[in-house]
């Protein structure tokens, strides 16, 4: 077994691609278990967002846990292959380490993924897929990440995928004061959007959310109103600016929908931005001339703006995971030794047990104490240094060198 990071992202493939691998957060304990059950992983934890998708596992063939990965989502290997990245070991750890730092993201230093992640730790360990790999891999990950956020400014004037929408709005229409808001979903992405645009006091906010209850409590921040999904086609044709970001892993919005909305809008233009993977609104609506429609690779000249002074962060980042990645790289190498040395322990409590039992048959039937002590001492002596000894004795000239200093080490020895 060893740890791997196989995955996607933003830099590897295309949103229409990412959405093919995307998991389900409702979905996401089935799936962790239907990995374990596979055979194909020992421990495992999925990663997925907007921007990526991960497997950090602990697996004895990287081909069968690429291959779980293809199959879960029923695609054939070669369709997602060229997009793959297969990390193993150290370099597993270094991009896990980078990836929770913002060093990996579309927005340089951006500190959403980090929660993410630890969403993702969470949801392994609850599902009981996360063993000792694993939890120390997060374990530094996050010391790591955090150390990182503390030491530099790498997420100095980032612009988020929030605010990168409320700019790019502002290109399309003179002020949103005079605009309204839908926002579909009610997640930490769409929280986010609806914190932006509020600043910007639209002149109506509504969100539409499966659980309306719950868009309920987002709209009544912006002083705003909540509907349905299913109420979703009554609705839209008054609003100017549409932001969606659901975990649905079909379209919410088709061309269809918003053909008939821009009928009805005299076609007034709509500014439409789809952060979700899978996306949200079928990629044919951007066809429609009176549609602006953004996905998130759509938004990844504004979101690099500003970047220039975090740029000048990732050196001393970079070194600091360094450190970090050899500390967890001595730490794999040392687990390597623990079948040996559990095998060592296990023949020595062989022979402990062996003998004590002799020794107590011994002074059952009578033996002077203290004659018994000294067998029993002399003989696990003898029984531990047999092997060492048998294999200096028998050790050509080329191995006799090796040996002596091994055994000095191992034994403390200092020859005369």
């Known amino acids: ?11 590897t493939a295309p949103v229409h691609v990412r959405e093919q691998v995307a998991f389900h957060a409702d979905g996401m304990n089935a799936a962790l278990h239907d990995a374990m059950s596979s055979g194909a992983m020992k421990e495992v934890a999925i990663l997925s967002t907007c921007n990526r998708t991960e497997l950090y596992c602990n697996a004895a063939n990287q081909d069968a846990a690429v291959s779980w990965l293809a199959q879960y989502h029923q695609l054939e290997r070669h369709v997602i292959t060229p997009y793959l990245y297969v990390l193993p070991q150290v370099e597993a750890a270094r991009h896990a380490f980078r990836v929770a730092s913002g060093l990996d993201s579309m927005v340089l230093g951006e500190t959403q993924i980090l929660g993410q992640m630890r969403l993702a ?14 939890h120390k891999l997060f374990q530094q990950t996050f010391a790591a990440a955090k150390e990182v956020r503390t030491a530099t400014e790498i997420g100095a004037n980032s612009v988020s995928m929030a605010a990168a929408s409320v700019r790019l709005a502002e290109r399309i229409f003179p002020s949103i004061s005079e605009q309204n808001v839908l926002f579909i979903g009610a997640g930490e992405m769409i929280e986010l959007c609806a914190a932006h645009f509020g600043a910007r006091q639209p002149k109506h906010i509504m969100v539409a959310n499966r659980t309306v ?43 269809g929908m918003v053909e008939r909305a821009l009928k009805a809008r005299r076609h007034r233009p709509m500014f439409m931005v789809d952060l979700a993977v899978p996306r ?13 429609l953004y996905s998130v690779d759509d938004l990844a000249s504004i979101v690099k703006q500003g970047m220039e002074s975090r740029i000048a962060q990732v050196g001393q980042a970079e070194a600091i995971i360094n450190v970090c990645v050899q500390d967890f790289a001595h730490w794999l190498d040392t687990r390597e030794l623990v079948p040996t040395i559990r095998s060592l322990r296990d023949q020595a409590e062989r022979v402990r047990r062996h003998e004590v039992e002799r020794a107590l048959k ?27 000894t048998h294999a200096l004795n028998h050790a050509d000239d080329n191995e006799r060198l090796a040996l002596v200093a091994t055994l000095s080490r191992l034994y403390s020895l200092h020859q005369e």
């Open 213 to 255: 209850e719950r868009a309920r409590l987002l709209a009544e921040r912006y002083q705003g109103s909540a509907i349905g999904l299913q109420d979703l086609p009554e609705h839209l044709a008054r609003y100017d600016i549409v932001v969606t970001s659901t975990a649905s892993q079909l379209p919410i919005l088709g061309k």
């Open 280 to 292: 949200d609104i079928e990629a044919e609506v951007g066809d429609l001339a009176d549609v602006f």
């Open 121 to 134: 730790a969470k949801a392994a360990e609850q599902a009981g897929t996360m063993g000792t790999v694993l």
């Open 362 to 388: 011994m002074l059952a039937k009578g033996d002077d104490p203290v004659q018994v002590l000294e067998a029993l001492s002399h003989s696990i002596t003898n029984k531990f240094l047999h092997h060492p």
């Open 1 to 11: 077994m060893r740890l791997l990071a196989i995955g996607v992202n933003h830099a």
